[in-house]
């Protein structure tokens, strides 16, 4: 874990140290082991370091006449990673492999280069304003500089609300940008450009087909590869164990290299769904020391304020402050977390089994004959089923898949004060580009958009701002280099398999541990971290709070939302008339970062 930060002025007086210093200031938090700095001419840039071994490389580091910046791991080092710089820039970088953003100064050509590896868990923001930029591995700091702006992106809110985050490069504020993964900003006098350097390869006609049992044995090698080389260093580490089976593929290799790090999951006070007793037994199955950690609405309610300022942008779901509670009570035992996140969206998880169901009635659809299925799909358009009707080649497109939905466009007419806030076609626009970005079967282009959207902004965007803010490092073995690229070269239908009526998801992985736990735990649901949208909202003090925050919001006369519409939302939920969980969360989560970004 680092915290890289930096300004650059490309023309004028040499940037002022203690503006950086206080940048670097603010990432503190992520490396408080090691400081580095360079000033030199118009550059300023700072580094924080916490190692994980004592050989490590000090930052900024130079090679080649370059400086460089890096938070995050790769083979060999950055010291490798410099050297292949040299020969062949970002695309060398990219294919060195490992987790991380990098900056690069080059001074001799006066442009500085950032950058995020593909995978997308490490964060890198940058503002600009004329001749001055500023770069930080996480946003609250930026917005210390006088000369950045607190004012919001008002035409991105659309976008929060109906995926409840926004794509980089955009941010909800105006004048601060977020680097994509897989691209390099490269930023100098003529200001900055951006480029996509690297493109999974993803399984497309013509290739070999690999069978059945390669698969399985693919994928479960290079996950326990994989696992290797996260857990080789000697940092203290520990494991979230959810029960499913990501995580516990994680432990079953960790128990096989005979690693035995402890294990933790999260669960809520009188949760009328707690499966906390599911890790549990996966844990005594692979025999860890497993640690429940129990949390109060108290608690949750408490720490969504400050886990909202460690964002520095509205939370994508109520599950980042439990993972915040949850790394809190980690971190006197470990410096290092091995987390499951990935595994839906590189094995073909979460709702891919009803997307497949979904997927083959639109395939059969398409073989009736023309003025036939043309009806048919007008009737089922009218029935609220147009997934039917989607075309079965490319049916994530057409059904623009990609993220959450929150709200539709309906849905934001009536919650938005203002009509011009609505953008009726938001979702083809920010989809369009991403599936255009893929040519491969329908259930593969929808994981390289996971992968490109909801993976790096919620999941591994919220595992980061909440483990940085205690200096703890999350590693995602199920993104590994390996396992991806195992992962990317299998079609689609080898991922999610017919199973009776419906479909097998994350098929190769299942069956590896179909062998190792008892088939309960092996075919059980996916159970992810418990998220309070429903039952927390409409009793005790989870009732009060989200009243009292809807209270202020409609009463405030300037405020972004109808107040008519707040009030239905409410009564509906609290009535039991409708589950508006995450449309009141997406609100109110949205309305605490806003109050926080209006404070004097």
Same mark, same amino acid.
């Given at each position: ?64 006449? #370059?400086? +460089?910046?890096?938070?995050? %791991?790769? =083979?060999?080092?950055? *010291? $490798?990673?410099?050297?292949?710089? &040299?020969?062949? @820039? ?110 999974? #390869?993803? +399984?497309?006609?013509?290739? %070999?087909? =690999?069978?059945?049992? *390669? $698969?399985?044995?693919?994928?479960? &090698?290079?996950? @326990? ?130 997307? &497949? ?244």
């Amino acid at each position: 874990m680092s915290g890289i930060a930096g300004i650059i002025h490309f023309r004028g007086p040499a940037p002022d140290p203690d503006a950086a210093l206080q940048l670097s200031h603010g990432v503190g938090h992520r490396g408080a082991d090691d400081k580095g700095r360079h000033f030199a001419g118009p550059a300023a840039l700072c580094h924080r370091a916490q190692r994980a071994r004592a050989d490590e490389v000090a930052q900024p580091h130079h090679s080649g006449g #370059r400086v +460089f910046l890096m938070d995050g %791991r790769c =083979p060999g080092g950055l *010291e $490798a990673l410099a050297a292949d710089w &040299a020969t062949g @820039g970002a695309e060398a970088a990219a294919a060195r492999g490992g987790s991380w953003a990098l900056a690069v100064w080059d001074p001799a050509r006066a442009h500085l280069d950032l950058l995020r590896s593909a995978e997308g868990a490490r964060p890198l923001f940058w503002a600009r304003r004329g001749d001055q930029l500023a770069f930080c591995s996480e946003l609250p700091p930026l917005l210390r500089l006088p000369w950045v702006s607190r004012q919001p992106a008002m035409d991105h809110v659309a976008e929060y609300l109906s995926f409840r985050y926004v794509h980089a490069p955009r941010t909800l504020l105006r004048d601060v940008f977020a680097v994509p993964s897989a691209h390099v900003v490269r930023h100098d006098q003529r200001g900055p450009e951006t480029s996509r350097f690297v493109t999974p #390869r993803w +399984f497309a006609p013509g290739d %070999r087909r =690999p069978s059945p049992a *390669e $698969a399985v044995e693919r994928v479960d &090698a290079a996950i @326990g590869a994989a696992v290797g080389r996260v857990s080789a260093d000697p940092t203290p580490a520990a494991v979230l164990l959810s029960g499913g089976l990501d995580s516990s593929a994680i432990v079953w290799h960790l128990h096989r290299l005979g690693r035995r790090p402890p294990t933790f999951t999260v669960a809520m006070d009188d949760d009328p769904v707690d499966e906390s007793s599911i890790a549990s037994r996966v844990a005594k199955v692979l025999e860890t020391e497993h640690h429940v950690i129990r949390l109060s609405p108290r608690q949750i309610v408490d720490a969504i304020g400050p886990s909202t300022r460690l964002m520095g942008a509205p939370l994508p779901t109520a599950a980042a402050v439990l993972q915040h509670l949850l790394f809190a009570a980690i971190r006197p035992t470990a410096k290092v977390v091995l987390s499951g996140d990935g595994g839906d969206e590189v094995l073909a998880g979460r709702t891919m089994g009803f997307l &497949a169901s979904r997927q083959r009635g639109a395939k059969a659809l398409a073989l009736l004959p023309g003025p036939l299925r043309a009806a048919v799909r007008k009737g089922l358009d009218r029935a609220g089923l147009r997934d039917l009707g989607a075309s079965a080649a490319h049916f994530g497109r057409d059904r623009t898949i990609g993220g959450s939905r929150v709200f539709h466009s309906a849905e934001r007419v009536d919650v938005l004060r203002d009509p011009g806030l609505v953008r009726p076609g938001i979702r083809r626009t920010v989809l369009e580009p991403l599936y255009q970005e893929v040519v491969a079967d329908p259930i593969n282009e929808i994981l390289h958009v996971w992968q490109r959207g909801w993976l790096p902004e919620d999941s591994l965007a919220r595992s980061d701002r909440m483990g940085g803010a205690l200096g703890l490092e999350l590693r995602f073995p199920m993104l590994d280099d390996a396992v991806r690229a195992a992962t990317c070269a299998l079609p689609g239908d080898l991922k999610v398999r017919p199973r009776g009526l419906g479909f097998d998801t994350k098929w190769p992985l299942r069956e590896a541990m179909r062998a190792r736990l008892p088939a309960q735990l092996v075919d059980r649901p996916k159970r992810s971290l418990p998220s309070p949208l429903d039952g927390f909202l409409r009793v005790g003090l989870g009732r009060d709070w989200m009243q009292g925050a809807l209270s202020a919001m409609r009463a405030d006369a300037s405020g972004l939302f109808a107040p008519a519409a707040l009030q239905r939302l409410e009564a509906a939920h609290l009535s039991g008339q409708a589950n508006h969980g995450l449309k009141l969360w997406t609100l109110l989560l949205f309305h605490e970062w806003w109050s926080q970004l209006h404070e004097p």
